[in-house]
């Protein structure tokens, strides 16, 4: 079976092979050497200065940079449900909200958030997706970050990447934190989260917030290559090998190919007559909105050997979402629309003719090779 979902995504064979050794002590060198490697390599991926990782799965990073980042009230950005989640942390902390919301096929504008911020003077953080996994949507945060800080540099923007780092390259001049998860674009198990953070976010962070996600006490012991809990060495381990693999095909190529086949997965798609849900699509994924999306999903699941994802909430039975991201053998991601052509001809759509095999092998090759 092809697992084709946009997150978890599947694990690469050297990773899991990396990750089979015995249980190895955290408070170890050996360990450490590991954990300097992988800090250091997680480090040239954000682009940024100072990094965290934690044992969590994503949302436990995005806890940490509300709690530790904010101190008064938020700016959030509700386009999905990782957006709302945003929400609901702040919420649960007792800090005072503002919402944006959107639909979820519609990007945030840079409009609303300077609007907020002119009413909210008051704002000491800003939350949104880089990639909106919800209905696969990107958000402008590049420009929304720079606007930000043009308006007041103490601002923390903060950007769940969770489905985006790894996906592209993030422009972080302006972002001061950003989140990845271990089980979308870098392909390991679900588990761990990490944090890219500005020199700012170091200094607000201060003494940090919290106990178990105080990112103050985390920072200080993963600045001498440890953990101030037990890590998750197993995961530690498997994302040292990742990065190494990707470090291998060099973050040019890595970027290039994901968008190539990202790009011919949506071209194919249309061309067989596939609504694109999003209006501003993500590279992370394909969502497209089809009201006989439950019955597609079946039919790639028990005929071709694909499992591809659905939609969340009201867009239940009428989403179907196909990951792009990781090291995809580009022959699987062609064998998938391929699978969704056949799909639409047993539903009586469309007369299969290979159409969307061709058009994604077109398109792939003429951008792979720029
Ligand atoms: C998956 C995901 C998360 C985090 O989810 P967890 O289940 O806590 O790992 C957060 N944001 C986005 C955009 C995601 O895709």
């Not at 909200?97 to 002119?118: C, F, G, R």
């Not at 039975?317 to 995809?328: E, V, Y």
Request: proline content about 5%; glycine content about 8%; hydrophobic content about 40%.
């Amino acid at each position: 079976m092809l697992l084709f979902t946009p997150g978890p995504t599947p694990v690469p064979e050297a990773v899991r092979m990396a990750m089979a050794g015995p249980t190895v002590h955290h408070r170890t060198p050996e360990f450490e050497a590991i954990f300097k490697e992988a800090r250091e390599r997680l480090m040239r991926l954000f682009g940024m200065d100072e990094c965290v990782m934690l044992a969590s799965s994503g949302t436990g990073a995005m806890e940490a940079c509300v709690t530790n980042l904010s101190a008064k009230k938020v700016l959030t950005v509700n386009a999905g449900k990782f957006g709302e989640r945003f929400g609901k942390i702040v919420q649960a902390f007792g800090l005072e909200h503002v919402e944006l919301k959107y639909s979820w096929d519609t990007p945030a504008s840079v409009e609303d958030v300077k609007n907020a911020l002119a009413e909210n003077p008051d704002i000491d953080a800003f939350c949104i997706q880089v990639s909106e996994s919800a209905g696969g949507l990107r958000h402008p945060v590049e420009e929304i970050a720079a606007c930000i800080k043009e308006i007041n540099p103490e601002i923390m923007v903060i950007a769940d990447g969770i489905t985006a780092v790894g996906v592209e390259p993030i422009d972080t001049t302006n972002i001061d934190a950003l989140i990845a998860g271990s089980q979308k674009a870098l392909m390991l198990p679900p588990g761990m989260a990490m944090i890219g953070l500005s020199d700012t976010a170091v200094e607000k962070i201060g003494d940090g917030d919290g106990y178990y996600f105080n990112l103050a006490s985390e920072i200080k012991k993963q600045r001498q290559n440890t953990t101030a809990y037990t890590a998750p060495t197993t995961l530690i381990i498997g994302l040292n090998k990742m990065l190494e693999l990707i470090e291998t095909v060099g973050y040019d190529k890595f970027y290039r190919d994901t968008k190539a086949r990202a790009l011919a997965t949506r071209a194919a798609l249309e061309a067989i007559g596939c609504k694109l849900y999003p209006k501003i699509p993500a590279l992370s994924m394909s969502a497209v909105y089809d009201e006989d999306a439950n019955a597609i999903r079946s039919i790639l699941k028990t005929e071709f050997g694909v499992n591809i994802a659905g939609g969340q909430d009201h867009l239940k039975g009428k989403l179907f979402r196909i990951n792009q991201m990781g090291l995809i053998p580009v022959y699987e991601s062609a064998w998938v629309v391929n699978a969704i052509e056949w799909a639409y001809e047993r539903l009586d759509r469309r007369p299969y003719d290979g159409l969307a095999s061709k058009v994604f092998n077109e398109v792939y090759f003429k951008n792979e090779k720029q």
